[in-house]
Structures are given as structure tokens and as C-alpha cells.
């Protein structure tokens, strides 16, 4: 009481009698007005009273050493709270008020923040956000000198204080605040860093904003901003990325050699997926959708049987073991594309690379598309032994069936082996006589001549040097041979008359 209810005049302490007022009104009888919730609750705080005011935080009730900011964090949301305070930088520790009334107004303010603790206290929070610097990404920053000291003020004390404050700032901060780890640990942030989310995906920061910035309906996202990423777009993000995969965990998922794996993107089996630069999967060119699909479409052409390792061959094993020229290696994975080729397993295997094949019906496949399969005529060369040069040539002389074309830019000439099949029961190359009969291919040539049968396709290598002689079957037929000299050619001996 600061006011004599008889005179209303302010009372004095320089009055002549401590019990009553220069007017003579005793002072002990006049009715004092009853207290305010928040000042009874701040005495009983103060006073360490284990009994609270309703509605308003107990704080635990705990030691007085715990206790002794109690008073310089009233002043704090006291001084804070008050009109004009946006500039304080220094919460007042003490003050000599000037009335009760004015006593009284400055503790209903302070203690406003507390008032249906916790939800009145996260508000004022919530407030302090979303009017700060939000230009600003730490918290020290965005709220100034008001959390320095709150900080401060609560360090090793006030836990539920502090885990209010945590939980606001998980609600309401679109920033993020390392160097305060204590208020994430009290309550998970749901605003994160670009370099926090980058670190959690395992992406490079740089790539992260450039995705935030492309990604449809992302928000907007500056170059060289402050930017935050929600917990929920961080999720969203890992599933994004966990979706993709790269040729090597493509490989690790289905046992696949790399090989086996390019030719059955080859026959579009599993496409390969065109990613946008600013995609966080542009490395990982493979959906993890379309792997599945691939595993679902093998597996299901399986036709269980019961085979022996003898009588089967595995998926990895088709290009190393059955053949090895690429046409053929290409017909054999169309027709395992298309259905044609089964695997026999007796069970659905785990993994592709367990798929196994009759080996008797790829053998048929390999030897049906060797009749088809294409070469050039150096690896024809290769393969017989003959003269690169001298197979061009008969391609020309049209000899042997063959046709021009392009390889890596140069022209070359392709022969099926089909043609070449047809071309060996047509004729006979002179140099391999002459290495049956141990001689040179001249004397052959010389001794063919004599004997009437023509050298066809030689092509002239040097003055008076040929090469590439060949000798037609049907022209040998009818040559006068004896049956021991038909026998070189592998031909019957010219038929007697009866």
C-alpha cells in the first residue's frame, strides 16, 4: 500500500509515526487490495513455496541455487515486454518503481509469457519469430538479445522452460541454429539446413539448392540465400533418390555381370532413363520401379523343370560359354526378350543372375544364328586363314555374297556365314590344296590348268604375282580326275559308263 485511503495522499516514509499517516489514519486498518495471481505466484516462486498459483508453471519447486535467476528473468521478460522494448539490448537486473501500481504493471507484464503455461509461453515464441529478422538463419540472430539473455538466464536450469521454447521453435523457426544443438536435442527440428539435408542425403549442398530451385512445385529458391529444407521435403527427397539407382546397384540387385546387363538394356528390357541436369538422380540413370519389373517379366517366363548342372547353363554364362560372336549374342537375348528362350528353374531364384537355361535350346539358337550372324572380312580372314584382301576381292567378283557398308566410318564389306557356308560347297580356295598336297599354290594352279579346269578370282598383287586362286567344285566334276585326285577335293571320282 503506497496511498492513505482516508487522504489519498501518497504515504510518506519520512512520516512522524511508522503505524500511521501524517493525517492520522492508522494505517493497519485500512483494507489493502487483494494481490494479483502473477505477484502471488511470483512470491511463492521466490519463496520456494512448494504450493503453486493455479493456471500458472510450476517449475519444479527446485533447489534455491537453481533458483536465484528466478528474479533476473523476471526483469527479463518484464523489460522485453514492455512497449518500446524492440531496442533493448540489456534486460534491466533491478529497478526502484515509483508506485505500487506501477510495480504491479511491470510484474502483470512480465509474467504475461506464463500465463496457461506452456501454450502461453510458445506463443509469445511463435510471436518473437515471426516478427524477427527473417533474413536471419541462426536464432541469436532472428531474436536478438532477447534469447542471448533468456540463453543465459536458463542454462542448467528450467528444463520445462526450455523444452517449451525448444518445442516452439521446432513449430514456428524456418531457420536453423547449430551452435545451439541443446534445442534440438530437446526437440526435433523440423527445418533443416541446406548443408544439415545435404549431409542426411548424401549429396553435395551445391546440387541440393540447384534441385530446390528446378524441382517442380518447389518453392522459391535464390542463389546464394539463406534456404531451409523441411523435414518433409527432405523425406520426400530421400525416397526420390532412393528410387534411382546407378549401374552398379543395379548389378548388386540382380546379380547381372555388366555384360549381361547391357544386352538386356539392349532389347529394352530395362530402360535407361533420361535425367534433368539439375535431378539429384542424374547418375543414376535406372528406376528402381523398372528393375522390378524386369525381375517380374524373367521370372514369370520361367518353365520349371528339374535339370542337371550338365544340362543348363546360367543367364551371366550365355556370352562367355555358348558363343561369342555379337550377332549371335544379340539373337540370344531377343529371344530371351521375347519370351522364346525360358529359363528351367525349379524354383523362382532370388535373384536374376541365378536364372538358368537348357543348354540344348540355346545351342539351337546359337547354331540357327550363326547362319545369319555378319562378319567383316578381316575377322572372316581371321576365322579361315584366307587373305582379307583376297575376300574383298570376291565379294566384288561377286564370288562370294557379301555387301558394303560403314564401321566407324571407314567402309568395309559384310559376309553372312550363311554365304560363306555356300561359298565352301562351291569352291575351293588353290593355297589350301597346295598345303594338303605340300606344294606351292602355283604348281597347283599350273597343274589345274593342264588339266582344263579354270582358276577363278585371282587378283594380281605384283608383276606377274597372283593371289587368291579358287577352283570351281562343278568344273572339277568333269575334269578327267583320277579317283585318287578327286579325293583332295573331297568329291566322288568322275562316274564310269557300263
Known amino acids: 500500500m503506497d496511498t492513505c485511503s482516508a487522504c489519498s495522499k501518497p504515504v510518506e516514509l519520512s512520516r512522524a509515526n511508522l503505524l500511521f499517516c501524517d493525517c492520522g489514519q492508522e494505517l493497519a486498518a485500512t483494507q489493502a487490495p487483494p494481490a494479483e495471481s502473477a505477484a502471488l505466484w511470483v512470491a511463492a516462486a521466490i519463496g520456494g513455496e512448494v504450493s503453486q498459483e493455479q493456471d500458472w508453471p510450476d517449475f519444479g519447486n527446485t533447489t534455491t541455487e537453481q533458483w536465484r535467476t528466478f528474479d533476473e528473468l523476471i526483469f527479463l521478460f518484464g523489460s522485453y515486454n514492455q512497449s518500446g522494448s524492440a531496442e533493448i539490448t540489456q534486460p534491466r537486473r533491478t529497478v526502484k518503481f515509483s508506485s505500487v501500481s506501477e510495480a504491479r504493471d511491470f510484474l502483470k507484464t512480465a509474467c504475461a509469457s506464463f500465463v496457461s503455461f506452456p501454450q502461453g509461453f510458445e506463443s509469445e515464441v511463435k510471436h518473437r519469430l515471426e516478427h524477427g529478422d527473417k533474413r536471419k538463419a541462426g536464432l541469436a540472430n532472428r531474436l536478438g538479445a532477447w534469447f542471448r539473455a533468456f540463453r543465459s538466464l536458463t542454462d542448467g536450469a528450467y528444463p520445462e522452460l526450455r523444452s517449451a521454447f525448444a518445442r516452439s521453435v521446432a513449430s514456428n523457426f524456418d531457420g536453423h541454429d547449430s551452435k545451439n544443438a541443446w534445442i534440438y536435442e530437446l526437440a526435433p527440428a523440423r527445418y533443416l539446413s541446406l548443408t544439415d539435408a545435404a549431409a542426411r542425403l548424401g549429396v553435395k549442398t551445391s546440387r541440393l539448392r540447384m534441385m530446390l530451385m528446378h524441382m517442380p512445385s518447389a518453392a522459391p529458391v535464390k542463389e546464394n540465400s539463406f534456404n531451409t529444407v523441411t523435414q518433409e521435403q527432405c523425406d520426400e527427397l530421400r525416397q526420390h533418390l ?18 549381361v546387363l547391357r544386352q538386356l538394356i539392349r532389347v529394352g528390357l530395362l530402360p535407361k532413363r533420361e535425367r534433368q541436369a539439375w535431378d539429384l538422380s542424374l547418375y543414376k540413370p535406372f528406376d528402381r520401379a523398372d528393375v522390378q519389373a524386369m525381375q517380374c517379366a524373367l521370372f514369370g517366363y520361367i518353365e520349371a523343370d528339374d535339370r542337371t548342372d550338365l544340362q543348363t547353363v546360367s543367364i551371366n554364362d550365355l556370352n562367355k560359354r555358348m558363343a561369342t560372336n555379337k550377332a549371335v549374342l544379340d539373337e540370344v537375348f531377343e529371344q530371351l526378350a521375347q519370351g522364346s528362350l525360358k529359363a528351367v528353374n525349379a524354383n523362382i531364384p532370388t535373384k536374376l543372375g541365378d536364372l538358368q537355361f537348357d543348354r540344348e535350346q540355346v545351342r539351337l539358337i546359337v547354331g540357327n544364328s550363326h547362319d545369319v550372324a555378319m562378319l567383316t572380312a578381316e575377322q572372316l580372314s581371321r576365322m579361315t586363314g584366307w ?32 554365304a560363306v557356308h555356300q561359298f565352301m560347297r562351291d569352291y575351293k580356295v588353290v593355297s589350301e590344296l597346295a598345303g594338303h598336297l605340300g606344294t606351292s599354290p602355283k604348281a597347283v594352279s599350273e597343274r589345274l590348268k593342264a588339266l582344263g579346269v579354270p582358276i577363278l578370282g585371282t587378283m594380281q598383287v605384283a608383276p606377274g604375282v597372283m593371289r587368291g586362286g579358287l577352283v570351281a567344285v562343278k568344273d572339277i566334276l568333269f575334269s578327267g580326275l583320277s579317283p585318287k585326285q578327286a579325293q583332295l577335293f573331297d568329291l566322288p571320282s568322275k562316274p564310269t559308263r557300263s
Do not use: C
Not at 391 to 416: A, F
Open 242 to 259: 532412393d528410387s534411382a539407382l546407378n549401374f552398379s546397384q543395379v548389378i548388386d540387385i540382380t546379380g547381372l555381370t555388366e555384360s
Open 387 to 418: 587373305k582379307s584382301e583376297s575376300i574383298r576381292h570376291w565379294v566384288k567378283s561377286g564370288l562370294l555374297v557379301g555387301e558394303e557398308g560403314q564401321l566407324r566410318g571407314r567402309p568395309v564389306y559384310w559376309v553372312s556365314m550363311r
